[in-house]
C-alpha cells in the first residue's frame, strides 16, 4: 500500500477526515448488506490519517467483537492490510529523518539500505538494511509528522474516547485518570529510544529461553526515531492459523508463555498483540517485536495477579475471589458478582484447562464487559467501581491477545505451560 497524500497534522484536517469516514462508514452499511464498500473506504482514509486512526483500523481487523458481527467479514478483509501495510511515507523523507536522527549519511551508517519498507504500521515503517559488520538490521523510522498529527488525535477528547470505546467496549471508562494513562502509552510510542530500552528488558527476560526469540537493538543506530534490531524472520499470522493443528498449538503455548511469563515475572507486558507483531518459526518458536506499548505493573498488582493465576490453576474459586476483589478494589453491591462472575470468565482458559479459545467466546467475553457497565452506567449507589489506575491496556491486551489465540484454533493446556515459569513468581 503506498500513499502520496500528506499526512493531515492539524487537529481540525484530521478531525474533518475523520468525520467525513464515520458518515460514510455509517450511510453505506446502511445500503450495503456485508459493508464491503464501507470497510474499504474507512480502511484507506484510516490508513492515510496514520496515527490513532490506523491503530483503531489495525484492532477492526483481529479483535473479535469490535465491529458489529454482520459487517466483521468485509472490515477484516479491508483492514487487515492495516496490520503490517498502512501507508508508506516517501524514502526521501525517510533517509533524511534517519541521517538527522543518527548524525550521519545513510552510506556511512549502512553498508546496505533498501528503500522500499518491508512493513508500514500507524506510527513508523520498517527498513531492511546491512551493518557494515555484514549483520542484517531491521530499522524502524517514524514517519516524517506522525509527532504533530499523533499529538492533534490525543488532544482530542472525543477521539480518545471513541478509540477507548474500540478498544475495551464501552464509554463508562472515559475517567480522566483513563484518558491520562491513554494518552501516556501512546506518547511514549513515540520515543524509540525509550522502547529501546523496553526491548532490551525483554530480552534479558527471555534470555535463554528455547522459543522465545527477541531480535537484539543495534547500540550506535538508534534515536528519539530511529530503532535498529537484528534481522528477524518468519511466516507471518495467516500462515501460522493454516498450519497443522499441532504447530499452532506449539505457537499457542509459546505466546501464552510470554505474555504471562513477562506479565507474572517481569511485571511488564506488551499492550500492542496485533498480528504483525509475530514471526512465527518452527518448533513452536515465535520471533516477537514491536515493544512500543508497554505497561509496568507494580509489584503490589504483581503479586496479586499471580494470586488470581494460582487459584484457577487449583480451581479455587473462593480463593480467585478474594484475589479479585482486591485486585479491582471491589467494595460489594449488585455490581461486585457481577464483575466477579466477568473475571472468571476471562480465566477459563485456566479453569477448564486444557482449553481450545474460540473466537465466539472472545466475542462473548467483550460483549459481558459492554452490558456489565451499560448496566452500572446511572452512577446509582450499586456498588461500581472504575478501573483501577493502569488496568485499561491489561482490556487492550486480554481481547486482542485472545483473538489471536482464537484464530490459531488449538487445545492447550495452559497450566501446564504456566506451571515452568510460575514458581519465578511467588
Not at 477528547?157 to 501516556?184: C, H, P, Q, W, Y
Not at 505466546?255 to 504483525?276: E, I, M
Request: hydrophobic share 40%; with cysteine.
Amino acid at each position: 500500500m503506498s500513499d502520496d497524500t500528506p499526512l493531515p497534522r492539524s487537529r481540525l484536517g484530521r478531525l474533518a477526515r475523520l468525520a467525513r469516514v464515520s458518515a460514510r462508514s455509517g450511510t453505506q452499511m446502511l445500503l450495503d448488506r456485508d459493508g464491503d464498500g464501507a470497510a474499504k473506504k474507512a480502511a484507506d482514509a484510516l490508513g492515510q490519517l496514520r496515527g490513532l486512526a490506523t491503530k483503531v483500523g489495525q484492532m477492526a481487523s483481529y479483535v473479535d467483537g469490535v465491529v458489529p458481527e454482520q459487517h466483521r467479514g468485509a472490515y477484516e478483509k479491508w483492514m487487515k492490510g492495516l496490520q503490517s501495510a498502512a501507508p508508506r511515507s516517501s524514502p526521501a523523507e525517510i533517509r533524511a529523518l534517519v541521517e538527522d536522527q543518527l548524525g550521519e549519511p545513510i552510506d556511512r551508517l549502512f553498508a546496505e539500505w533498501t528503500d522500499a519498507p518491508v512493513a508500514s504500521a500507524s506510527i513508523g515503517q520498517v527498513h531492511r538494511a546491512r551493518l557494515p559488520d555484514g549483520r542484517a538490521v531491521a530499522v524502524k523510522v517514524q514517519h516524517p509528522g506522525i509527532i504533530a498529527a499523533m499529538n492533534s488525535d490525543l488532544r482530542n477528547a472525543g477521539l480518545v474516547e471513541g478509540t477507548l470505546a474500540r478498544m475495551a467496549g464501552m464509554r463508562k471508562f472515559n475517567s480522566r485518570e483513563v484518558l491520562d494513562e491513554i494518552r501516556a502509552r501512546f506518547r511514549e510510542e513515540l520515543d524509540y529510544a525509550l522502547e529501546a530500552r523496553r526491548q532490551h528488558a525483554f530480552a534479558v527476560l527471555f534470555d535463554g529461553d528455547p522459543r522465545v526469540r527477541i531480535p537484539a537493538v543495534i547500540d550506535g543506530r538508534c534515536a528519539e526515531r530511529v530503532l535498529t534490531t537484528t534481522w528477524a524472520e518468519g511466516v507471518d499470522f495467516d500462515a501460522a492459523c493454516a498450519a497443522p493443528e499441532p504447530e499452532r498449538a506449539d505457537w499457542c503455548r509459546t505466546l501464552w508463555r510470554f505474555v504471562y511469563k513477562s506479565n507474572l515475572v517481569g511485571g511488564l507486558f506488551n499492550a500492542d498483540p496485533h498480528p504483525g507483531n509475530y514471526f512465527f518459526q518452527p518448533d513452536g518458536r515465535v520471533v516477537f517485536v514491536d515493544f512500543g506499548c508497554v505497561q509496568p505493573l507494580s509489584e503490589e498488582r504483581r503479586r496479586r495477579a499471580t494470586a488470581l493465576h494460582l487459584a484457577a490453576h487449583a480451581r479455587d474459586h473462593d480463593a480467585f475471589h478474594a484475589a479479585a476483589r482486591a485486585m479491582l478494589h471491589l467494595r460489594g453491591g449488585p455490581y461486585e458478582p457481577r464483575a466477579l462472575a466477568y473475571l472468571e470468565a476471562c480465566f477459563r482458559p485456566l479453569f477448564e484447562s486444557p482449553h481450545r479459545m474460540t473466537r465466539s467466546f472472545v466475542v462473548e467475553l467483550v460483549e459481558s464487559m459492554k452490558s456489565l457497565i451499560l448496566d452500572f452506567r446511572k452512577g446509582d449507589d450499586d456498588g461500581y467501581v472504575p478501573l483501577p489506575d493502569g488496568m485499561f491496556f491489561i482490556n487492550r491486551l486480554q481481547f486482542g491477545f485472545y483473538s489471536l489465540i482464537a484464530r490459531l484454533d488449538a487445545e492447550v493446556d495452559y497450566v501446564a505451560v504456566e506451571k515452568q515459569f510460575l514458581p519465578e513468581s511467588v
